[in-house]
């Protein structure tokens, strides 16, 4: 635990154990509505969906956006040689954060509480970014 890779690793697994989730939702709502998988070909198609089953997918996509910034970022720390115990910590920090969003978005989708989340994941990643800038 002591890698700043770790959490990278963490992340990764997030991502994978919501895309299951989001095919194990998905694919047995698309056959109790009757839609032929072919009708999912175009962006918005299926919305006819339950909210439950598209809130998971939404997260999926969630993740495979502002996430990659966090990537890029920990990846320079850690070849930079800039990794230390204060940039481990605020990269668990953004992973935690990310767990409590699909969290939150997978089940109540409370919207203020999904964006205080968000926003607080995001300085969290300012942070990370602003502390590399200084060192410049």
């Not at 070909?41 to 999926?60: I, K």
């Not at 978005?105 to 926003?119: C, D, S």
């Amino acid at each position: 635990m002591s890698s700043i890779l770790t959490p990278v690793l963490a992340l990764v697994c997030l991502s994978l154990l919501v895309w299951i989730w989001m095919y194990a939702t998905r694919i047995p709502a698309m056959q109790r509505a009757k839609l032929n998988p072919q009708e999912a070909r175009f962006p918005g198609s299926l919305d006819v969906l339950p909210d439950g089953v598209r809130q998971v997918a939404d997260n999926y996509n969630h993740l495979m956006e502002q996430p990659t910034i966090f990537y890029a970022l920990v990846f320079y720390i850690f070849l930079a040689g800039h990794s230390d115990p204060t940039h481990i910590w605020l990269a668990w920090a953004y992973v935690g954060l990310r767990v409590v969003h699909t969290l939150v978005q997978g089940t109540a989708n409370i919207v203020n509480l999904r964006f205080l989340v968000f926003a607080t994941s995001t300085i969290v990643l300012m942070v990370m970014a602003v502390r590399e800038l200084m060192v410049l």
